[in-house]
């Protein structure tokens, strides 16, 4: 089993907006998260920026290109919410199955917040697996429900042979600084503060409990800094 990181663009001050993917031990292609839409390559959204929000390689198709893998090579996509950054290409795989939290996929289906991916994740040509809860997905694969920063938020645990396990925080612990449930700062597009709170928790429990190796937290500057990019990969 094999975990690329990549990197899908940047948000205000110059944050990383990753993407993930997961190559399982029979070869099967696991894409967390799809980045910024085709509309937005090459756009400047915030003038503080130094750069576009994401630059024609960091978009995800040519990300994936660039370690051999094509859209029709996604076997599942993994949805861990439908923010700009998060699924803004997922119409650029029909061929995989789109696996979300059910009360996430119902809470966007009425939720304006999600109206600027929405012709991307609600794209006819899309198929769906509503999941509740904590599931595994494959083996060695697990999704973590962990909303608060939106209703319906997932997280990823990978159990790598070498590595170890690997807790991909995504939103719901946004930078190392954010580990801390009882005193971590709340965010502006964080929806529920005590459910931050709460998966906060569950995640910090789950890494001791797991012994996990590496947690990637989700907009981190400084961590992104120490970790492998693709073409490199952690196994």
Request: net charge negative; charged share 25%; no cysteine.
């Amino acid at each position: 089993m094999r975990l690329y990181i990549m990197q899908l663009g940047v948000i205000t001050g110059g944050s990383p907006v990753p993407g993930y993917l997961i190559q399982a031990d029979d070869g099967t292609n696991v894409l967390v998260d799809t980045g910024f839409p085709r509309r937005m390559v090459g756009v400047k959204r915030d003038p503080r920026q130094d750069r576009a929000a994401a630059e024609e390689e960091d978009y995800v198709v040519n990300r994936l290109a660039e370690i051999g893998v094509a859209p029709g090579d996604i076997r599942y996509l993994v949805a861990t919410h439908f923010d700009v950054d998060h699924a803004g290409a997922h119409d650029e795989f029909p061929d995989a199955e789109v696996v979300v939290q059910r009360a996430h996929y119902e809470d966007a289906a009425e939720n304006p917040r999600f109206d600027g991916t929405r012709e991307n994740w609600h794209h006819p040509g899309l198929r769906y697996r509503l999941v509740d809860g904590d599931t595994e997905l494959l083996p060695g694969i697990e999704l973590i429900e962990t909303g608060g920063h939106v209703v319906g938020h997932q997280s990823v645990l990978v159990r790598l042979p070498q590595t170890g396990p690997v807790l991909l925080a995504i939103d719901a612990i946004p930078r190392a600084a954010h580990r801390d449930p009882d005193t971590r700062p709340i965010a502006p597009y964080d929806a529920d503060e005590a459910a931050v709170r709460a998966s906060t928790r569950k995640l910090v429990d789950l890494a001791r409990r797991e012994g996990v190796a590496l947690t990637v937290y989700g907009h981190d500057p400084e961590q992104w800094q120490t970790l492998k990019k693709a073409p490199e990969f952690y196994e």
